[in-house]
Structure formats: structure tokens, C-alpha cells
């Protein structure tokens, strides 16, 4: 009730932004004065002057360096505005004098904010003058684009105003050497993709064998723009490094013709039950036989989700709601066993929203009528334990349940693969899901129908597909490095990002990357006039109804651009204007420099453009002479998408600095996001009713805010979902975090062997365990790991003695100083022919590290997968995880730890193989557990906490090991 009180006190945020923004304004105007005669000259002089101010200034202090750049700020700003000019003077093809609105633009990016201004209100250059005044702290300034075009395009563009400022710039593209990629983090500016920057991090800190192949020097300032695109919607998808896996034979290949057959033989069987459904459905006059025409398209559902047939009967509003209502029938646990029943009369069944596949006891039959078992799931602990009843010795037990598990395994795999290859045939379809370009098989975004190159579907899919196509099976990849969007882009000092909406999501915004949403006014009054929804009862009335608007804007000869939401819509589109013979562009965004030029050409007297809802952000339409008068773009988008914001992008491609234009949306009751609203397809039962007229389209404010409630809805479900990945990622990050700044230690120490004995008692901890035993003896047991064989033989009579100390608590360290001090022996006398005894063990160990890291990688993944079950028994899956993933984590240090003392031993080995062949021999398996006797003194378990560490010295805490028996 008194909500108000604060924002009448002391006004809203908004208020207080606008005035501020304001008051900067007009400081940077009354500086210019001060700069108003410099030159090119003069304008280098002075960023030399503030290079040496702030870089004089302790470089580990960055609230210092902050503070001294707001000081400098206005000037800064009003000096950019300068060179601008003196640029345009010698420059006939420069014309970019910042606005006042593009100064506030800018203060907002400097200030670690984003900027939300109009389409066409100039971001590129907005973004310079912030940029400068980072890039005088000398560390650099990355500016992320959305593809490399567009961050060519700027690197030149913008380049020439850095330049008369006295800066360099510098351009990252996909095929630069790690020697012009170190050239281009080296420039004061460097533009380039979001996946250009990140995925040198990875390589840097994952990948880099030495210090001087890595080519990042820090992640001080950047600012995004399309930041909405790229720290939301790109942030989906992790980035991935992966290597070839495992090369092992594949039954793709061989089952591969089976399955087509397979698939054929049921798609057949589904053309009869489409065709059944038809004829009981009739003319619509009767409505007895509904329950049976819904599992019907239930069943087919089932058989093949893709099936033609299908998807022309679920543009029935009627149809699909016999169809949705058959799905909630088979939902309830207590109708399953009539589901098991549907289901083995198929030959195969696919769930389309899991994308999970199985075939029945007839498809098993049906790839292989003389052993079906080959595609069915054995019982493998049945079997283990057949084995262990068996009266045999444990040797032969032992390898029988070898050869049994390994069969399995090529048994799963087996089954593993079909599946796969199902869901290839029935789920993935060509130039939809992916196209075949140059003999392989490339994803496209299916939304925008961009080639996403390089990037592959997981375990064993994308193998499936290119069995499925004919073409060259790669070999299944493994992670080697991977880091999500948002943990990448929050390793930055400073972030900032401007788009032209991003307020929608300002909540999400602020939570994941700490980044407020500032909106700055446009330089001129927006003229764009939205009309109202247009929405009509079946696709094919809403097509209609869009191809009768563009053909009368074509008539004007008032430019059209038509918003898709998938490559197949615009397709579809593309097919009903050649039909009207009207000339056209289809744009759907698969080459970045042709559509920078065909969108630059929508605003072109007649032009008619389709395109995805996304295509062609960062170029402007600007329209032709003349136009304006014709009402300007007009722009009509043909549905609406699941966020607000792609289609406030769609109508912002019109009416540019105060240009005049049109926007509006076409609908349909069969669109997706309308299907959501309308549950069950009851709004088109009205309206049948009440004698709705075919084609007559409904116009309704009520109706507009239900879609965009609708919305609402849909971006926070995404929202919560990015979130959870996010907090997923959250506990690798921190495991992630430790392994680079390790690895980078040994990668920078100017002397590794130092590094390996600081490292060497950590390491030791992990290889050395004295364990009590359970017999109340007071004995405990020696072990030692394999990888310390080698410097612990030579202590063996050294033992004897230890083992009569009164004390446990000396013991443990003993021993480790006694292997350490071997272990330095050994390293020192390392004299290897190609490389220094230093550079030796630092390979050594970053190979050992950069293995256990990939095989952790895979283990998580695995992990995670399998974590979700978890929910069945009434526990949190990300809980689960977290805990599951740190005794991962510290099982898998143990191992790197153990390596490390590996590659010791594998340098004396190489210096000296006699003596390491002479000491091997004498190891014996049995000297790698020693029994020593051990007399306890009473204080040491009277002063030991139940929790605190054993004084036994096995690491274990003390109610856990000795406290037992105490």
C-alpha cells in the first residue's frame, strides 16, 4: 500500500538514470571546448599522457584505476567526439559525429551496464568511446560481435576513428595461426565472436603446451553487442572443446540397412492407420468413434512421430485435440500396462519429447529372425551371480566375469547404436536439422537456419546420422575443455552490452552476470505504428491473408520484410509468392556476408525479404530515396515467437531514427505458442459455434495480452532452465578453476622441478596410506601406490626401523621426506638428449594432468546423466551432484597427484634405464603392502577429536580409522 512512498521520495531508478545520463551529456559538451582546436597530432598526444597516468597507477589495484578513469571520463568522451570530426574532414566517407544520445550510450557501457537502445541508433559507434577509455589502462579491450562479418566490418570501420586516437585495433577470425591470434589480443581493441574468445580461453588453459602458445593476456573489459543474443540465446550450448574418443568398430555400418528397412516397414503400417483414422472420422458428423481416432494418431505417434500423413491430420484443430487428449489418457501410471500393449504391437516406438528410442520384441524379430536376442537387454547381475555360485577357483571366476562383461558391453553398444540410428531415421530430418556440405553432415540452428560448423550431437548421434546419409562415419569425440557462456563471460573485470531489448530480460540479466538494463531515449521520436494481431483460425488462412497484404504493399511499391520463425516457414512463404509471381529474397542467415548485403537492400523501393526472426542483426535498413513517403518498411512477422524480445527485434527493423514504418503479426490458432494458450483447440470450437466466417481474421486486445502472458510464461521456463544448467556448471567451474590455475602454475614456473617438490607432499599423501586393521591388534598396514614403487624400494630396510617407533605421528611424514628426498635425487639426475630435465617433467606432468582432467570431463557427464534419476527417490539432482561430482573431483586429484609423482619416475627412467630395470626386477606385488606393528600411546587417541585427523596418520579422521577400537 505504501509502495509509492520511496519513488515519490526519492524518484524511480529510471528518473535517476535519465538524469544522470543527462548531467554527463552536458559535461561532455562544455569539455569539448577544451579540445575544440586539437589535431590528429594533439589527439594522440593526449592518450599517450592518460596511457601514462593511468598505467603509472598499481596495476593491482583496479578500484584505483576505475576511480582515476571516471575523473577522465568527460573528457575522454568529448576528445572521441573530436577525432570524429577530424576524421570526417579527411575522410569523405566517414560521417559518424557521436550524438548526445550515443555519448549516454556510451556512459552506460563504461559505467559496466547495458545499454538498451532503438535499432539503428548507432551502437557500433556508441561502444567507441567507452572502449578508448578502458584500452588506456594498457589491458586490453575485447568487443564481441555476433559473427565474424560483422566483426571484420567494425574492427575496419571503427578502426580508422581508434587510430586517430592514437590506439591500435585488431580483428580475431576463425583461420588465424596462434602467432597472428597473440598479434591481435596484443592491440589495444580486438574484436571477434563470442566462441572466438572463449574457446581461446580453453585452449590457453586447457590446451597450451607451453607459456608462449598461449595468446590471451587477461579478461580485463568487454563489451557485447547484441547482448541479448549472445549472453541468453547463445548460452544454451556450452563451448566445447572435444579430440577423437574412442576408435573402437561400430555396428552403424552393419545394422545401417536393417534399420531403413525397419523404418520403411513401419511407415508403411502407419499409412494404414492414418488411413483408419480417416475413415472414422468421416465428414465430422459423428463423434462415437473419437476415442478410437485418437489412439490411432496416438499410435502413429508412437511408430513415427515425422510420419507425413500425421502432420497433415494435426492441422486439424479437432484432429489434435483427439490426439492430446489420447496422450493425457496413457499419462496416468494406472493406464501403462495398456501403453506396454500399444506399444508391442509396433515394430519400434519413438517418445519425440525424451528422444528416446526402443525396439519391441517384434522389431528384435524382424532385424534378426534367427537371434533376437542380439537387440534385446540382458540380465548381466543374474549372470555375475551365477558366476560367483559357480565351485571354481577365483581365478577362473574371475575371468568369466571378464569375458561376460565384456560381451556385454559389445552387446550394449549394439543396442546403444540401433537406437540411435532410430532416432536419426524418424526424429532428424535433411536441410531441417542439418544439411550435408562437402561430404559431411553440419547442424543448422532450426530457429534461424544458421550452419552451427564444427559442432557435433553427443553420444553417438551424429554418427548415426552419417550412417543414415551415406557419408564418412567421424570417429565418436571426447570433451577435452568446455566452459559454459555465462562462466566465460564472468571471468571479465568489467562486462557492458548494448542491444536494442534486453529490458525483458533484465531480470535474468542481473541474477547471472550482475548487469543492470539502462534505457537510453532514441536521437529522434520513434514514428513505427504497430498494428493489432491479426489472428485467424488455421495456418492456411493465415498464410493467405499474409500473402494478400505483402502482394498489396509490393502493388505500392512499399518495401516488405517478412519475419519467419523457421527456416521451413520461410520456405513455405518463399513457395506462395513465386506462386504470385512476386520477386523476392529468402534470407535464412547460413552465409553472414550475404546477409548483411540482402538485408541492407529490404529497404529498397518494392523489395520483398523473408527471413528468420533473427537474420541480419547488426546491419540497418536504410531506406531508398522516396520511400519514406510510401509509409517506409513494412514489416510483418508470421508468428509470434516464445519470447517477447525476438519479436520487439522483428518489429525494430523498421522505423529507424525516426523513419516511418509499419509492423504487424499474423497469427493462427495451429501456430505453436498459440496451441499453448488454446488448450485443447477449444477457442477454435467456438468459434465454429458461434458461425465464425472462414478467412475473417480476430482482432482483439484481450486476446494480444493473453499472448504475451503467454510469453511471460514460456521465457521463464527457459529462464529456470539456463539456470539450473548454469548452477550445473557452477560446481565444475570451481573444479575447473583450480585444475587451470594449477596447470598454468607448472605452465609459467621458470623451474618446474621446483614446482614438482613444492607439489611433491600433497602429491605423496595421495600415494601413502597406513590403514588399521580390524583384527584389535594395534597393527596397521603399510600401502603405497604403483606409481611410488620405484622411490620406495630402496627405503624397504629403512621400514623395519620405523615400524618400532612408539609414535604414529611422526611416521606418515618420515616416510614422505624419505621418498621426497629420492624423488629429488632422481630428478636431478634426469639427462634427457632433446630437452631440459625441467621441460621434461613439465610435459610429463601437463600430459598426466590434461588426461585425468578429460577422463573427469566424461565421468561428469556420465554423472549427470545419471543423476537425474535421483528425483524418483525424492532428492535434488543438482544436491546429488554436488556431492557426487567433489568425491569425483578428490578421486580424480588423487589420481592427477599420482601421475605427477609418475612422470618423475618416467624421467629417470628415460636417464636411466639399467638402473630402473634393476630396481623393478626386485619389486615384488607383496612388497607393496607392509605390516608394521604399531604401540599407540594413549595420549595421542585421549587428545584426538572424534572429527579431527587420525594421529595414525592415514588422513582419515580419527573416529573413522583408530577411534574404532578406542
Known amino acids: 500500500m505504501l509502495n509509492w512512498i520511496p519513488t515519490k521520495l526519492f524518484s524511480s531508478k529510471a528518473a535517476r538514470d535519465s538524469r544522470s545520463l543527462r548531467r554527463f551529456v552536458a559535461d561532455v559538451t562544455e569539455r569539448e571546448k577544451r579540445f575544440a582546436n586539437f589535431t590528429t597530432e594533439d589527439c594522440q598526444h593526449q592518450t599517450s599522457v592518460w596511457q601514462s597516468e593511468v598505467q603509472a597507477l598499481d596495476p593491482d589495484r583496479l578500484d584505483v584505476i576505475d576511480r582515476h578513469l571516471k575523473l577522465i571520463a568527460p573528457d575522454a568522451f568529448a576528445l572521441v567526439r573530436q577525432a570524429s570530426r577530424l576524421l570526417a574532414e579527411r575522410d569523405p566517407e566517414w560521417k559518424l559525429i557521436p550524438f548526445d544520445v550515443q555519448i549516454a550510450g556510451g556512459n552506460v557501457l563504461f559505467q559496466g551496464n547495458i545499454s538498451e537502445m532503438a535499432t539503428g541508433e548507432g551502437k557500433t559507434l556508441t561502444a567507441v568511446a567507452p572502449a578508448y577509455l578502458r584500452a588506456l589502462a594498457g589491458r586490453g579491450v575485447h568487443m564481441i560481435t555476433v559473427n565474424d562479418y560483422l566483426a571484420a566490418r567494425d574492427a575496419e570501420w571503427m578502426g580508422k576513428l581508434f587510430a586517430t586516437l592514437g590506439l591500435t585495433t585488431g580483428c580475431l577470425q576463425n583461420d588465424q595461426s596462434p602467432d597472428q591470434r597473440r598479434a591481435m589480443y596484443a592491440f589495444d581493441i580486438t574484436y571477434g565472436t563470442s566462441s572466438e574468445f572463449g574457446f581461446d580461453y580453453l585452449r590457453d588453459n586447457g590446451l597450451a603446451r607451453s607459456a608462449g602458445t598461449q595468446v590471451q593476456r587477461g579478461h580485463y573489459f568487454a563489451i557485447v ?217 553440419v547442424i543448422l540452428d532450426e530457429a534461424q537456419g544458421r550452419e552451427m560448423p564444427g559442432r557435433r550431437w553427443s553420444d553417438g548421434l551424429h554418427q548415426a546420422v552419417e550412417a543414415k546419409e551415406g557419408v564418412t562415419i567421424q570417429p565418436e569425440s571426447e570433451t577435452m575443455a568446455s566452459i559454459t557462456v555465462q562462466n566465460y563471460f564472468r571471468l571479465y573485470d568489467h562486462l557492458a552490452g548494448m542491444t536494442g531489448t534486453a529490458m525483458s530480460d533484465a531480470g535474468e540479466l542481473k541474477d547471472i552476470y550482475g548487469l543492470d538494463v539502462i534505457l537510453v531515449p532514441t536521437h529522434r ?224 614456473a621458470a623451474h618446474p622441478q621446483d614446482w614438482l617438490f613444492e607439489a611433491l607432499p600433497d602429491c605423496l599423501s595421495s600415494a601413502v596410506h597406513i590403514e588399521p ?90 554423472l549427470r546423466e545419471r543423476i537425474g534419476f535421483q528425483a524418483l527417490a525424492q532428492k535434488d539432482p543438482l544436491v546429488e551432484f554436488t556431492r557426487e561430482a567433489s568425491f569425483v573431483f578428490r578421486d580424480r586429484l588423487d589420481s592427477i597427484r599420482l601421475g605427477i609423482i609418475a612422470a618423475a619416475r618416467e624421467g629417470l627412467e628415460a636417464a636411466s634405464r639399467a638402473e630402473a630395470r634393476i630396481l623393478s626386477e626386485r619389486l615384488r606385488p607383496a612388497e607393496s603392502e607392509i605390516r608394521l606393528n604399531f604401540d599407540v600411546r594413549p595420549r595421542d587417541l585421549q587428545s584426538s577429536g572424534r572429527n579431527a585427523s587420525c594421529p595414525c596418520g592415514s588422513g582419515r579422521k580419527f573416529k573413522k580409522c583408530c577411534g574404532v577400537r578406542a
Open 525 to 748: 521520436p520513434c514514428q513505427r505504428v504497430d498494428l493489432q494481431d491479426q489472428v485467424f483460425k488455421t495456418r492456411k488462412e493465415k498464410y493467405q491473408a499474409a500473402v494478400r497484404e505483402i502482394k498489396a504493399a509490393h502493388s505500392r511499391n512499399q518495401p516488405v520484410l517478412v519475419g519467419t520463425a523457421s527456416v521451413e516457414a520461410s520456405e513455405t512463404f518463399s513457395r506462395l509468392l513465386k506462386r504470385e509471381s512476386i520477386p523476392h529474397q529468402v534470407l535464412n542467415a547460413r552465409h553472414h556476408d550475404q546477409e548483411a548485403a540482402i538485408i541492407a537492400r529490404a529497404g529498397e523501393p518494392g523489395a520483398v525479404t523473408i527471413s528468420t526472426n533473427m537474420a541480419g542483426r547488426g546491419t540497418d535498413i536504410q531506406l531508398s530515396d522516396g520511400v519514406a513517403d510510401l509509409g517506409g518498411l513494412f514489416v510483418i512477422g508470421t508468428e509470434r515467437h516464445e519470447s517477447q524480445r525476438v519479436d520487439r527485434q522483428l518489429r525494430g527493423r523498421c522505423a529507424r531514427q525516426g523513419d516511418p514504418g509499419t509492423s504487424v503479426f499474423f497469427l493462427s490458432l495451429e501456430d505453436h505458442l498459440m496451441r499453448r494458450i488454446d488448450n485443447g483447440g477449444k477457442m477454435a470450437v467456438i468459434l465454429d459455434k458461434v458461425g465464425h466466417v472462414e478467412g475473417e481474421p480476430l482482432a482483439s486486445p484481450m486476446l494480444t495480452r493473453t499472448i504475451s502472458s503467454a510469453q511471460k510464461r514460456v521465457e521463464k521456463t527457459d529462464y529456470e532452465q539456463r539456470r539450473r544448467t548454469l548452477r550445473y556448471d557452477e560446481v565444475v567451474n570451481g573444479q575447473r578453476s583450480w585444475i587451470y590455475d594449477w596447470r598454468n602454475e607448472l605452465l609459467h
Open 773 to 862: 586393521l580390524d583384527d584389535g591388534s594395534g597393527s596397521h598396514t603399510l600401502t603405497f601406490a604403483p606409481e611410488v614403487d620405484y622411490f620406495a624400494l630402496p627405503l624397504l630396510d629403512e621400514l623395519e626401523a620405523l615400524a618400532q617407533e612408539r609414535d604414529l605421528l611422526p611416521v606418515h611424514a618420515r616416510l614422505e621426506d624419505a621418498i621426497v628426498t629420492r624423488v629429488r635425487e632422481a630428478v636431478t639426475a634426469i639427462d634427457h638428449d632433446l630437452v631440459s630435465p625441467g621441460e621434461f617433467l613439465r610435459q610429463a606432468a601437463l600430459t598426466k594432468i590434461d588426461r585425468a582432467w578429460q577422463m573427469h570431463l566424461v565421468e561428469l557427464e556420465a
Open 225 to 441: 553487442d547484441e547482448v541479448d543474443s549472445v549472453l541468453i540465446d547463445e548460452a544454451r550450448t556450452p563451448m566445447i572443446i572435444t579430440t577423437i574418443g574412442n576408435t573402437r568398430s561400430s555396428f552403424l555400418p552393419i545394422y545401417v540397412s536393417s534399420v531403413a528397412r525397419l523404418v520403411k516397414e513401419q511407415a508403411s503400417h502407419c499409412n494404414k492407420m492414418i488411413q483408419e483414422a480417416r475413415d472414422l472420422y468421416g465428414d465430422g458428423s459423428h463423434r462415437d468413434t473419437d476415442a478410437a481416432v485418437g489412439m490411432l494418431l496416438y499410435k502413429c505417434r508412437l511408430a513415427q512421430p515425422l510420419h507425413p500423413g500425421l502432420r497433415r491430420m494435426k492441422q486439424d484443430p479437432a484432429l489434435l485435440r483427439l490426439l492430446e487428449n489420447a496422450t493425457l489418457y496413457f499419462h496416468v501410471d494406472s493406464r501403462r500396462s495398456e501403453l506396454f500393449v500399444m506399444k508391442d504391437e509396433l515394430l519400434f516406438w519413438i517418445d519425440e519429447r525424451s528422444h528416446d528410442a526402443e525396439l519391441t520384441d517384434k522389431g528384435c524379430r524382424f532385424m534378426s529372425p534367427d537371434c533376437p536376442e542380439l537387440f534385446q537387454v540382458g540380465d548381466l547381475m543374474s549372470a555375475l551371480a551365477r558366476i560367483d555360485n559357480l565351485d571354481e577357483t577365483k581365478e577362473i571366476k574371475q575371468q568369466r566375469r571378464e569375458r561376460l562383461e565384456a560381451d556385454a558391453d559389445e552387446h550394449g553398444r549394439r543396442i546403444h547404436e540401433v537406437r540411435q540410428l532410430l532416432k536419426a531415421f524418424c526424429l532428424y530430418e535433411r536441410d531441417r536439422n542439418y544439411l550435408i556440405k562437402d561430404g559431411e553432415v
